[in-house]
């Protein structure tokens, strides 16, 4: 790895260990080896590298959760593969606990930091359609743009909204076929 991989994988410790706000430049190059100089030459500024080491982690960890639930390649039921894919999710948010704690420290800096929320934003698109073909199962390629928008918007409020639950009960977060249980009912309600 050059410095630049280097420091982006810094960064990304940092950031698990640290926080977003809290990682300093002279944090980073202990945690990469690379020098300080670097940081300027391969990305303009500390924050820069700290958006992009944000942007490649929620990333990564999207890749992880984006296999299939074991089970539910032959079920047509779309509460079913709910369930089980939220299973899945709300899993990785119990065990990855500095990884959820660093994404809610960023929802409180994005009002104040329009970089932050510049980055955030071209991105979000993306990950809307990322969630939709998770939860749908099917390619990215396959998920159009209304549904990555109105769909993929729905599933991120509720991936948020379990985050920032998920810091303050733990003991409390539902299972994922309590959410499916809980959609049924909004359905049946309102028909």
Not at 69 to 93: K, S
Request: hydrophobic share 45%; glycine share 10%.
């Amino acid at each position: 790895m050059g410095h630049r991989e280097d420091l982006l994988e810094g960064a990304k410790r940092c950031l698990l260990e640290k926080g977003y706000a809290r990682t300093t430049a002279r944090d980073i190059v202990a945690a990469s080896g690379a020098n300080l100089a670097s940081i300027g030459y391969h990305y303009g500024s500390k924050d820069a590298l700290m958006r992009q080491a944000l942007i490649a982690a929620v990333e990564e960890w999207g890749a992880s959760v984006a296999e299939a639930p074991a089970g539910t390649e032959a079920t047509t039921d779309p509460l079913v593969r709910f369930a089980a894919v939220w299973d899945q999710v709300l899993q990785r948010i119990a065990s990855e606990r500095e990884f959820i704690a660093a994404q809610v420290e960023v929802l409180g800096l994005l009002p104040r930091d329009e970089g932050l929320r510049k980055a955030i934003g071209e991105v979000l698109p993306e990950g809307g359609e990322g969630l939709v073909a998770i939860f749908e199962g099917v390619p990215d390629t396959e998920v159009d743009a209304d549904d990555a928008r109105v769909v993929g918007s729905f599933y991120q409020a509720l991936l948020t909204g379990l985050m920032v639950q998920s810091l303050i009960a733990p003991d409390a977060m539902p299972s994922g076929g309590d959410l499916a249980d809980a959609l049924r009912r909004v359905m049946l309600r309102s028909t």
